[in-house]
């Protein structure tokens, strides 16, 4: 299969609704934040060279530059999440007729499964660099855009929490007490951070005010 990056929109939908496992749950979780970061970027780029924004310019451009490449790094993890079960599948196709080779198989499937929780934490903590952006397009860019700025925040939110979904049924295969207590106390604090910002993101805004 093609790096699903290079995928039209038609055609990642179609493989992900198949009965194929991945991609699944988190690479769309790392799509939905690429676009949340594509939002911000689109607000700072219609903020750019309008008058009346002249105060807020260097802003806006930094924010265009800074979401660009969190945009990249995000599409980047719609293949990498799909790949990180890799190693775990393969480790059950190992040799399980000694007890040497079923605790080398043991061992094996936990360093995939421990890969499989580490990638889409690293999507959620990319995702969460969009919470800034999008809170500042809202609040100071250009006005007939904000709605595009709450909905950023908003698919920030969801990139998150969707992510650390997958981090959590992972961790509960994972055997290794500290590494489980470790990612845990991650995925509680990018939680309420997520929570946090979308609602502040939202007040922003009249718009919301019903939400």
Same mark, same amino acid.
């Given at each position: 299969m093609a790096d699903l990056k290079d995928l039209s929109v038609e055609e990642f939908a179609? %493989? $992900?609704a198949?009965?194929?496992?991945?991609?699944g749950g988190g690479s769309v979780a790392a799509m939905a934040g690429a676009v949340a970061a594509a939002l911000s970027e689109m607000v700072a780029n219609l903020t750019i060279g309008k008058k009346g924004y002249e105060e807020c310019e260097e802003e806006m451009q930094k924010i265009a530059k800074e979401a660009s490449l969190l945009r990249a790094e995000l599409i980047a993890g719609i293949q990498k999440d799909a790949s990180s079960f890799n190693g775990y599948m393969d480790a059950l196709s190992l040799p *399980? @007729? $000694?007890e040497e080779e *079923?605790?080398?198989?043991?061992?094996?499937?936990? @360093?995939g499964l421990?890969?499989?929780?580490?990638?889409p934490l690293e999507s959620a903590e990319t995702a969460a660099k969009v919470f800034p952006y999008a809170l500042a397009v809202v609040k100071s860019g250009n006005k007939n855009a904000v709605t595009d700025g709450l909905v950023s925040g908003m698919l920030a939110? $969801?990139? %998150?929490?969707?992510a650390l979904l997958n981090v959590k049924i992972n961790l509960g295969s994972i055997k290794d007490e500290a590494f489980v207590a470790e990612m845990s106390a991650k995925v509680d604090a990018l939680e309420k951070e997520a929570l946090r910002c979308e609602? @502040?993101?939202l007040k922003a805004s009249d718009l919301t005010s019903s939400l």
């Open positions: 179609a %493989v $992900t198949s009965d194929s496992p991945a991609p *399980k @007729e $000694t *079923k605790a080398f198989r043991r061992e094996k499937m936990q @360093e421990k890969a499989a929780a580490q990638v939110r $969801t990139a %998150v929490l969707s609602a @502040e993101i």
